[in-house]
Nanobody
Framework: QVQFVESGGGLVQPGGSLRLSCAAS????????MGWYRQAPRKQREFVAR???????NYADSVKGRFTISRDNAKNTVYLQMNSLKPQDTAVYYC?????????WGQGTQVTVSS
């Protein structure tokens, strides 16, 4: 069974930074690109960033230049370094495979950007 465990969220002031982590089950991590997604209140879940097994990355325009995705294939873990955070980054952040997310999702990690 595919599992994702996200961590690292919290409350941060605008302009601050956070680093999210996601431990994924090896059955999916070793086969697929991994992505970060987020869901803000009353909005649909959206793509944030992805990293292929080889390390190629891509970002949503809204986070480009501020967020950095990386993955440690030996640890089955994907990271999201978030800098220059804005209130509109407030959301629950999830990781999953990309471009086709697995049907099961983790609990996510809450990121709140507020002064």
């Amino acid at each position: 069974q595919v599992q994702f465990v996200e961590s690292g969220g919290g409350l941060v002031q605008p302009g601050g930074s956070l680093r999210l982590s996601c431990a994924a089950s090896g059955s999916i991590f070793s086969r697929y690109a991994m992505g970060w997604y987020r869901q803000a209140p009353r909005k649909q879940r959206e793509f944030v960033a992805r990293a292929t097994i080889g390390g190629s990355t891509n970002y949503a325009d809204s986070v480009k230049g501020r967020f950095t995705i990386s993955r440690d294939n030996a640890k089955n873990t994907v990271y999201l370094q978030m800098n220059s955070l804005k209130p509109q980054d407030t959301a629950v952040y999830y990781c999953n495979s990309w471009p086709m997310p697995a049907t099961s999702w983790g609990q996510g990690t809450q990121v709140t950007v507020s002064s």
